[in-house]
Each structure stands twice: as C-alpha cells, then as structure tokens.
C-alpha cells in the first residue's frame, strides 16, 4: 500500500524553476504524533499525523469545522466531498482571476477542472479529519514528507512548512500549489506538446507535468518511456473521468466558508454570509458586501474599497480588527448610502507608502516573488533603482509593504519593510530606471490603436475629442485607476487638452497596444511670437523656475501696446524653437538679439 502512496497519488512537489541547492534532509514523519492510516476514498487515505505540532488545532477546528473529515460518521463521504467541492471551486476562481482578471470563463472552467484532478491525484481531496482519539489530523503522505491536500514537501519546501502554514492551512496549501502550477499553466501555450492556449486537455497535461517533474519536464506527458509517465497517465484519468462529481449533489452550491476571507490572509473569516434587512452596522467592524467590497460604516456612509486585499487602506477612515470581517447582504447594504474609493488614493494618504510610477532604491538584495508571499522567481540587486509596478499592503496596524518591480525582465513583488522598518528596505529615488515599465510625466507616446484613443475631461470622463493612430504628444499627466493600474495620460492634441486610456499593467502589459513611449522626443522645429497676453519673462537656463536667468528677455504683446500708448519702442518677439516641451518649458532663440534660454510654453503663441 505504501508503494501504491509513492507512486501513484502522493507524489511530492519537485519544481525545478525554484529548487534549493540540497534538498532538507528532513526525517521521515518529522514532527508527526499520533500517526493513524485510513481508508482509500476521498476525503481519508492514509497517514495523518496531529495537526498540533504546527497550529492550534482548537482554531483550527473553529475556521475549518465544515471541511474537517469525520471517520466515525456516516455518509461523510458524501457531505465532506460536498463541502470541500465548494471550497476548491471558489478558491481556484478567486485565484486565476487576481492572477488574470481579463480571464474568460471557458478559462476559469478548465483551470477549475485541471486543479480538482491534480487535488484527486495528490490526496484524493484528503486534508482535515478527526478519528476519535482527540487530536484533530491532517494528511501526510510520502513517508510523512508530503503534507496536506496538496502534498507539499517538507524536503523541498521547509521553511514553508515549517514557519508559513502552507502545510497545515488548507486555503495556504493550495494557494501555495497553485503559484508552481500557474507557472506551467502560462508557459504550456507556448510548447510543442500544446497546440494553442484553447488546447485545454494538453495545456492542463503539460503544467502537471511541470508542477510534479520541474519546469524543464513540461512536456514529459508526451513520452510515454518517461521514467515518471505514470504519473502523467494517471493525472489524465482523473481529468478525464472526474470521479468526484459523483458525490457532488449540488456544483453551486454557496461554500461553507469565506475563501476570499482566508486567501487574503485573514483568520476567524465567518462561515457563511448574510444579514438581515434590518441589521444594524456597527462602526469600526470590517464589512464585506456581497459583490466583494471591503467596507467601513460611519455616521451612515458606507466607506469602500474594490477589493478585500486592500482593506488595510480603510484605517483612513477608522480603526478596525482585520481579522474579524462581517459578511453583509445587499438587503442590508441598501440601508446605507455608500461612497467607493479607487486604491491608488492609498499611496498618497498613508505616510511613506509608495505609489504605482514612482521609483525606489533598494536597501538590501531582496526575494522577488510571483505574489507579494508567493513562489520565489528571483533577487532584486541592493541600491539598484526600480519602478513600481504594483503595491500591496498587509496588516492594518505595521502596515507591511510589497512592491511589485521588474527585474531582468521578470516581474514580481519584493518585501519593503512596514512602518517602523521601510527606510532598511527601500527609499525613493530620483534617479533613472533601466528597465522604465511607466512613462513619466514629459515623456512622448506615439497613439498605436488603430481607431485612436478618445480623449476625455478626466480619466472615463466625457469625451472632448479624439488622439488618431500616429500622433504624437507630450504626457501632460499620469492617472492610475482600479486593480489592474490602468493608466490614463493627459495630452495635448491640436489645442485640445484630454485623457486617455494607456492601457493597464496586469495581470498582462497592454500599454504599448493604446500608445507607445517614444524613446526620443520628435521634434520640428517651428517660429513663433512672444504671447500677447505676456509683458516680458526672463530666458532661464534650464526647464525650471528655480533655474538661473540668462541675462536675456522674451518681449511679449502686453508690453508692445503699453508702448504704443506711452512710446517706448518695444515690439513683441519673435522666437525659434530649439527643443522639444519638457515640463511644461520650451528653449527658444530670440531672434531680436539671438538670446537663448527657456521659457514656459503659455509665453509662445506658434505661427
């Protein structure tokens, strides 16, 4: 039987992508008490050990009371395949969808298919149960290496195991699983074993075969003499057949638990929701509506966010546990007037927390990971200068920060200290990027949509006009809106002054779709005279008011009309263009006395 364990359900997480240098030489069954076997069905094969070595089994018990598996009751097969079918339906949903949110539904369908059969392969849905002998258990197979419903290693995965609950923690250990199996997930597509990204049944075949040999093993499952075939082979029946669906009474049926609650790193996450029409909101209790908002309730306004994760933005609004979240119907909602915040008014509330666009220094060598706690993907270089890409905030109260950066071409989220610790990890800095994701303010993008972008009063504001495909101009100013930092740039398009929408930046890049930054700023040079609203302006020797003046003078029309009445003899200016904008200033000669300097673009009307 134990053979049967090795090499056919329980085969351990062996990712190549991200191995360590030796593999921890854990003992067999390390930290296991009580150690029981189990049937071979869903929901109990064997071995399980206490779970009290890792985590209070009492909580435990109290968050996960629904998907605990109870050997002495009957028909528990039934109602616990049940229980935790809604558990990995939704979880597998929320995931694909904060990792890809254009993701279609077809998609999140075959992801969700792929998960359940690796979830059948690995444990047969087996994680939580009670024997009758006190001690509350969890699975742990492979010699007592693998752990949980997902088997990961504690060879491979130590310190995971071991300090951040990705074994005991059912919601941790799939989101865990997940990440390596993502990997494969995107990377399929592009392998000769997978025809196109629609090829579900080989691209779900070619991440497991990534997930369970390593990434260089993506396309094992198409050579049947692989030492390991037989893993592949049997991963595909389960996918095939989808034996667990003969359990399952009801595939909607809402999940016993808050998924969401538990994925954004909250415990004591309540077991159903709801609430009456009549029910009263309290001030300083965290609230989730039904469409995923986080709230606060004060003085009868609801104060909202998009999305849970960002709860920790809310203490602008008051104090609250984050780790109590009430769930709230519509019913009860419709008794509040409510007002929804967009996340990046975050960065420039809360003190030195960062902003999407801005530039940091790192302070030390720093993990760089897929999620802000997620698989490692590489190291980001202490007193190198990095664009944020993203921001993540956890704990309301230390406010721990996770930028998202981009690093030798790969992107991922580095730790940057919380309240007390940010200056150790990461500052601002003024200076440039090698690897530039965002264009800056003063940049040039040329329009590359192919009907041109509409240009509004504010960003998805009213259209005042439209940016063809081929124009070019100056950004004039950067907005970032809504989970997936979708950039809007105001421009200047013959005289009139607009946003637009650039694109956004995850889960995928779209910018250079809407409108592309000019590495060179396009310049023609033009003639022109002095405004003729302008007295006169000093030339300045650089794009800045605190910049030193020239010693020359720009004459403008107020001052030539003031002569006309008094006789002083001045005229207005006429001017060649030297430079391109840059801030808001232009370099100009005046022909006059072929003086050269800067001056502010509102000085020169152009011919």
Request: charged share 20%; hydrophobic share 35%.
């Amino acid at each position: 039987m134990q053979s049967k364990l090795i090499w056919g359900l329980l085969i351990t997480l062996v990712i190549a992508s991200n191995q360590l240098l030796a593999v921890n030489k854990t003992a067999d069954y390390w930290k296991c008490e009580h150690k029981v076997g189990g049937k071979w069905r869903f929901g109990e094969i064997p071995n399980a050990c206490d779970i009290a070595p890792f985590a209070d089994e009492s909580q435990v018990s109290k968050m996960f009371t629904p998907i605990i598996f109870d050997t002495k009751a009957g028909n528990e097969t039934d109602r616990y395949m049940q229980a935790m079918y809604g558990v990995i339906r939704d979880l597998s949903a929320y995931y694909i969808k904060s990792r890809k949110s254009n993701v279609s539904a077809t998609e999140i369908k075959q992801w969700q298919q792929a998960v359940f059969a690796i979830a059948h392969q690995e444990s047969f849905w087996s994680h939580y149960r009670t024997t009758g002998d006190g001690h509350l258990k969890m699975l742990r197979g492979d010699y007592g290496h693998g752990h949980g419903l997902m088997q990961i290693d504690d060879r491979w995965h130590y310190l995971k195991v071991k300090n951040e609950g990705v074994g005991w923690h059912l919601i941790n250990n799939l989101l865990y699983a997940f990440d390596i199996y993502y990997v494969g997930w995107q990377k399929a597509p592009s392998k000769s074993c997978v025809s196109s990204e629609s090829s579900w049944r080989n691209r779900s075949r070619a991440a497991y075969s990534a997930y369970n040999g390593g990434a260089s093993k993506i396309c094992r499952f198409s050579n049947s003499n692989d030492r390991w075939a037989k893993n592949d082979k049997n991963f595909v029946s389960k996918y095939d057949k989808q034996s667990w669906l003969s359990y399952i009474d009801d595939t909607n049926q809402t999940a016993q638990i808050n998924v969401t609650c538990f994925a954004e790193g909250n415990n004591n996450c309540p077991l159903n929701g709801g609430g009456s029409n009549n029910e009263q909101l309290a001030e300083g209790q965290l609230l989730q509506l039904e469409d995923g908002a986080v709230c606060l309730q004060k003085e009868g306004t609801l104060h909202c966010l998009a999305d849970i994760e960002d709860a920790p933005c809310l203490s602008l609004i008051g104090t609250f546990d984050e780790s109590q979240i009430q769930q709230v119907s519509n019913q009860t909602e419709h008794n509040y007037q409510r007002e929804t915040y967009d996340r990046h008014l975050c960065p420039s509330v809360l003190d030195n927390v960062y902003a999407v666009g801005q530039v940091i220094k790192l302070q030390k060598a720093t993990n760089i990971r897929a999620t802000a706690s997620g698989e490692k993907v590489g190291t980001a270089t202490q007193d190198k200068n990095y664009q944020i890409i993203d921001f993540v905030l956890k704990d309301v109260n230390s406010l721990k920060r996770y930028y998202k950066i981009r690093h030798n071409e790969i992107e991922g989220y580095v730790y940057a200290g919380n309240n007390d610790s940010h200056q150790d990890w990461a500052i601002l800095s003024t200076e440039e990027v090698t690897e530039q994701v965002i264009p800056n303010v003063g940049d040039w993008v040329e329009i590359s949509a192919a009907n041109g972008i509409n240009m509004r009063n504010e960003p998805a504001g009213d259209k005042v006009g439209t940016a063809a495909k081929g124009v070019q101009a100056e950004i004039l100013d950067i907005q970032v809106r809504t989970r997936n930092n979708r950039l809007y740039y105001k421009l200047n398009v013959n005289g009139v002054e607009g946003y637009i929408y650039g694109g956004w930046l995850q889960p995928d890049n779209s910018l250079n779709n809407w409108a592309k930054r000019l590495t060179e700023i396009p310049f023609n040079t033009r003639t022109g005279r002095a405004s003729t609203s302008l007295w006169y302006t000093a030339l300045k020797s650089c794009s800045d008011q605190s910049c030193d003046n020239t010693g020359n003078y720009l004459i403008g029309g107020a001052l030539e009309k003031a002569c006309k009445t008094f006789g002083c003899g001045y005229t207005t200016d006429e001017v060649v263009e030297l430079e391109a904008s840059k801030n808001g200033w232009l370099k100009v000669k005046v022909l006059r006395d072929n003086g050269i300097g800067w001056v502010k673009k509102s000085a020169v009307d152009w011919n």
